[in-house]
């Protein structure tokens, strides 16, 4: 979680691997595209910080946060990743919505992290409000991208 303790793009850079051999699946959630856009530059531009080349970083669109799951388990499946990230964002609204997606897409990615042979990193933005996830994706409290990336490379690399 982000706080004002916590930045999300601060990381030790002295302990994060080379990334040059290592190759990335991303699957982005198509809902609020200016936080889910600012999610992926952040987690490519990041890779690439680190060495990873851009055509070994492989993008999926998928409609919603709730398809990240199905998209994830989709590219663990093709094979040739070492870690598949996803990155969504959910917003809170009036019904309860909110909390099944969530706990949906939460749940789903934890059953398949631990069957799975790759790791799947999590890259979800759950906020109350817009202005929670402008401030998570490249504002005050960094942007969680930056951080998707150097657990993907840290894990890749486990
Ligand atoms: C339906 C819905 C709603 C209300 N809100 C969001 C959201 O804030 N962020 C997001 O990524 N997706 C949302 N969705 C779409 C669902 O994730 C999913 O795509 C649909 O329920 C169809 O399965």
Same mark, same amino acid.
């Given at each position: 979680m982000a706080t004002s303790l916590h930045? %999300? #793009? =601060?990381? =030790? %850079?002295?302990k994060v691997p080379d990334a040059s051999n290592m190759c990335f699946g991303i699957v982005v959630s198509e809902w609020n595209p200016e936080v889910t856009g600012a999610l992926l530059e952040g987690t490519v531009k990041t890779l690439e910080k680190y060495g990873t080349l851009n055509e070994n970083i492989h993008v999926k669109t998928v409609?919603? #946060?709730?398809e990240l799951v199905y998209g994830a388990h989709q590219m663990i499946l093709n094979g040739g990743y070492d870690a598949v990230i996803i990155l969504g964002c959910v917003i809170r609204g009036e019904t309860p919505h909110f909390d099944y997606i969530c706990q949906g897409v939460t749940n789903g990615i934890a059953q398949l992290n631990s069957k799975s042979e790759i790791p799947i990193v999590y890259g979800l933005l759950t906020t109350n409000d817009q202005q929670q996830a402008f401030d998570r994706c490249g504002g005050k409290y960094g942007n969680k991208g930056d951080e998707c990336a150097i657990v993907a490379i840290k894990m890749a690399k486990f």
């Open positions: 930045n %999300l #793009s =601060d990381y =030790d %850079l002295t409609p919603g #946060s709730f």
